[in-house]
């Protein structure tokens, strides 16, 4: 019988899952203890695992339906077998890119929130990694709202924000967008600034991504001001984890009430992951006064 344990890696969020072979099937005893440890941690790291595609997608599908990548800036599916997987690498082939970001820096964000309904959930799974760099980090918007002043509370709860569907985490533009000169005019979803969970009904801080953001209601200059003070907030390190990566790493994390980034790394080395993720329910607002909480003004 598989006995997994699950060790913290942060105080706040991030832990590690041992004691499993994800290749193997996965009862429902052990789906239930990774599902509570999931939404405990919010990001969970399982070492060693040599999947195949096959064998991601299979482990991928206990969480929910998949959910295919956004458009990328190619225009095509890197894996014409397996669509649903996104390469994230720098190596080309013949000079074409096999996957997606490159080898810069992917700034802070959430995936596909430009969408109504974005992923709940994604999974990396690393198939070669450099020698140094690359690190990815996750940041937990479960204790950013938490740790945000009664004043921010106020000033954000009922507001929503455009999330920009126009440019990827690397700064690439999507295939088919097209500059934007005024953020009040992106294209993408319109969200609640604060999120109620759709499993755990917590709030959390749900900002997408800071390029092209705005504060719908708000003249530009104090959207801005404010979008900079909790972009400024949310990413604070103490909130954060960082993901030093190992061969056949598979990390599972929230996309709801998690931000993620990358560094860069040198771009004579070779990184491929490959990605899944899960449909998510539409994002509804946090109602502080029917959770019975009161903010001041
Ligand atoms: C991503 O933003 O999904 C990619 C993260 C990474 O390359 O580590």
């Known amino acids: 019988m598989t006995r997994i344990s699950v060790t913290p890696l942060q105080s706040s969020l991030g832990a590690e899952v041992s004691g499993i072979d994800l290749r193997q099937p996965v009862d429902d005893e052990v789906l239930a203890a990774l599902r509570e440890a999931w939404a405990r941690h919010l990001v969970l790291r399982f070492r060693g695992q040599a999947l195949s595609d096959p064998e991601l997608l299979a482990f991928s599908r206990l969480f929910g339906e998949l959910d295919p990548p956004g458009p990328n800036p190619y225009g095509k599916p890197f894996l014409s077998e397996f669509p649903e997987i996104n390469v994230i690498s720098n190596v080309k082939v013949d000079g074409v890119p096999i996957g997606n970001l490159g080898d810069g820096e992917a700034v802070w964000h959430c995936d596909m929130t430009y969408v109504e309904r974005p992923p709940r959930a994604a999974l990396l799974h690393a198939l070669e990694i450099p020698p140094g760099g690359g690190d990815t980090f996750w940041s937990d918007m479960y204790l950013a709202y938490e740790t945000l002043p009664d004043h921010t509370k106020a000033l954000i709860s009922g507001r929503r924000a455009i999330h920009d569907a126009t440019y990827n985490s690397a700064g690439m533009m999507r295939k088919g967008m097209k500059e934007v000169t005024d953020p009040r005019e992106a294209p993408g979803a319109h969200h609640p600034l604060v999120i109620a969970h759709p499993d755990t009904r917590r709030p959390a801080l749900f900002l997408g991504r ?20 909790l972009w400024e907030h949310a990413t604070r390190p103490e909130f954060t984890f960082r993901q030093e990566w190992q061969l056949h790493d598979l990390i599972l994390w929230d996309n709801r009430c998690t931000l993620h980034r990358r560094d860069a790394f040198d771009p004579n080395a070779s990184r491929i992951m490959h990605r899944t993720q899960i449909k998510g329910p539409a994002i509804e607002a946090f109602d502080p006064a029917s959770a019975g909480m009161a903010l001041e003004s």
């Not at 800071?210 to 530009?220: A, F, P, Q, T």
């Open 210 to 229: 800071r390029r092209n953001s705005y504060v719908l209601g708000m003249d530009l200059a104090e959207s801005n001001a404010l979008l900079d003070t």
